[in-house]
C-alpha cells in the first residue's frame, strides 16, 4: 500500500512567507520606530551642537580660498545679533540627521523587513546602500569640484566695491549646491524604479538620449549658481555619466527579468 503521508517541502530562500501583522499591530510598530528615530535625531543634533563650530570652519575654506585667491581679506560676517547663534543652531539640527541617519535607516529596515521575502530584503538593502553612496557622492563632488568654480567665478567680479559675504547666506548658497547635486546623484537610482515598473528600457533611454540631453542641460543651467560655462559644462558631464549609469542599471533590471519570466517556460 503507498505511503501516503506527505513529505515536507524544503522552503527556499525566496518562498520564506512575509511576516503578518494585524493593522494596530502595524500602527504600534510604526509608532516604536518613530518615537526611536526622533530620540536619535535629538541625541545627533545634542552631538552636533558641539561638532557644529568644527563643521563651520570646514565648509568655509572654499570660501575663504576664494577670497585669498582673488586678494581680498579672508573673513565672513554675521549681520544679525543672533546670526551666529542661528547658524550653530541650524548645522546642529542637520548635522544630527546626519549622525542620525544610519540608526533612521534602520528603524526603517526593521519596520518592512518582516513583511518582505528573502530575496526582497537582499534588494532593498542594495537600494539602500546605493541611494546613501550615490547622495554622499553628489555632496562631495559639490564641496570638491563645484564649490571652488562658483565662487572663484562669482569673487572675480569685484568691481569699485568689495564683497562683505555673511556666513548665513553663505551657508544658504553651499547647502542649495550640496542638496542639489545629491539629489541629481540619485538620478541612476530613480532610473532603477522606472525600470522596475517597467516605464523605462535601456532602449528608450537609448534611443531618446538627445532628448535626454536637452533636459539634462535645462537642469544644468538651473542648478549652476552662476552663468559661468565651465561650471555647467562639468555639471551637464557628471549628469551625462550618471544618465548612461542608469541605462547600465536599467539593462540589468530588464535582463533580470527576462531570465525570470524565462526560467518557467524552460521548466515546461
Known amino acids: 500500500m503507498?505511503?501516503?503521508?506527505?513529505?515536507?517541502?524544503?522552503?527556499?530562500?525566496?518562498?520564506?512567507?512575509?511576516?503578518?501583522?494585524?493593522?494596530?499591530?502595524?500602527?504600534?510598530e510604526l509608532r516604536k520606530r518613530i518615537i526611536n528615530s526622533l530620540i536619535s535625531i535629538?541625541?545627533?543634533?545634542?552631538?552636533?551642537?558641539?561638532?557644529?563650530?568644527?563643521f563651520v570652519n570646514w565648509i568655509t575654506k572654499p570660501m575663504l580660498k576664494a577670497l585669498g585667491d582673488a586678494h581680498l581679506d579672508q573673513k565672513l560676517v554675521y549681520t544679525h545679533p543672533a546670526g551666529y547663534l542661528n547658524l550653530l543652531i541650524t548645522l546642529s539640527v542637520y548635522l544630527g540627521l546626519v549622525i542620525a541617519s544610519p540608526w533612521i535607516l534602520y528603524q526603517i529596515w526593521l519596520f518592512v523587513a518582516p513583511a518582505l521575502y528573502r530575496h526582497e530584503r537582499k534588494a532593498i538593502t542594495g537600494f539602500l546602500f546605493s541611494t546613501v553612496l550615490l547622495f554622499l557622492s553628489g555632496i562631495a563632488f559639490g564641496y570638491f569640484v563645484s564649490m571652488p568654480y562658483v565662487l572663484h567665478f562669482l569673487i572675480s567680479f569685484q568691481g569699485p566695491v568689495v564683497?562683505?559675504?555673511?556666513?548665513?547666506?553663505?551657508?544658504?548658497?553651499?547647502?542649495?549646491?550640496?542638496?542639489?547635486?545629491?539629489?541629481?546623484?540619485?538620478?541612476p537610482v530613480l532610473i532603477f524604479i522606472l525600470s522596475l515598473f517597467g516605464i523605462v528600457t535601456p532602449k528608450f533611454l537609448m534611443d531618446n538620449f538627445r532628448y535626454a540631453i536637452l533636459v539634462i542641460a535645462i537642469l544644468a543651467a538651473i542648478l549652476t549658481p552662476t552663468p559661468d560655462a565651465m561650471t555647467m559644462l562639468v555639471f551637464m558631464a557628471v549628469l551625462v555619466g550618471l544618465y548612461f549609469l542608469g541605462v547600465g542599471v536599467s539593462w540589468l533590471v530588464v535582463r533580470r527579468r527576462e531570465k525570470r519570466l524565462a526560467a518557467p517556460a524552460e521548466a515546461r
Open 2 to 28: 503507498p505511503d501516503l503521508t506527505p513529505t515536507p517541502q524544503s522552503t527556499t530562500p525566496d518562498d520564506e512567507p512575509a511576516g503578518a501583522m494585524t493593522f494596530f499591530e502595524h500602527l504600534t
Open 163 to 187: 564683497p562683505l559675504i555673511s556666513i548665513n547666506e553663505y551657508f544658504d548658497l553651499i547647502l542649495l549646491v550640496l542638496l542639489g547635486l545629491g539629489l541629481v546623484f540619485e538620478l
Open 42 to 54: 535629538g541625541i545627533g543634533a545634542g552631538i552636533g551642537w558641539f561638532v557644529a563650530p568644527y
